[in-house]
């Protein structure tokens, strides 16, 4: 199983970036999807989570009405899109899948519970 996560970079603060995670080797709708975050010093966390069919979507308070993640599984694709960034959204991102987790339980996704992860993107946003 490969989680190939890209479309990182440095932005101003106000801009947008588009995150991609390209899955491989799994039956991917068969996964909840999640965007966790890393920044130094702090432990991960779930920026936003995503149901099997895409119908259901989660968002840490911290992000609401900025990013959205969104999910083609004829792509085997998730997405984020991340808009208004602000410097502490500054972190490496990361992409997850969970076979367990059901879409009426999305804000429960730990970094524990997930069943592969894929390397990190780091995004890094200026003042």
């Known amino acids: 199983v490969q989680l190939q996560a890209s479309g990182g970079g440095l932005v101003q603060a106000g801009g947008s970036l588009r995150l991609s995670c390209a899955a491989s080797g799994l039956t991917f709708s068969n996964y909840v999807m999640g965007w966790f975050r890393q920044a130094p010093g702090k432990e991960r966390e779930l920026v936003a989570g995503?149901?099997?069919?895409?119908?259901?979507?989660y968002y840490a308070g911290s992000v609401k009405g900025r990013f959205t993640i969104s999910r083609d599984n004829a792509k085997n694709t998730v997405y984020l899109q991340m808009s208004s960034l602000k410097p502490e959204d500054t972190a490496v991102y990361s992409c997850?899948?969970?076979?367990?987790?059901?879409?009426?339980?999305?804000?429960?996704?730990?970094?524990?519970?997930?069943?592969?992860w894929g390397k990190g993107t780091q995004v890094t946003v200026s003042s």
């Open positions: 997850a899948a969970d076979r367990r987790t059901t879409s009426q339980t999305l804000r429960t996704m730990k970094p524990s519970g997930m069943d592969y």
């Open positions: 995503i149901g099997r069919t895409g119908g259901t979507t």
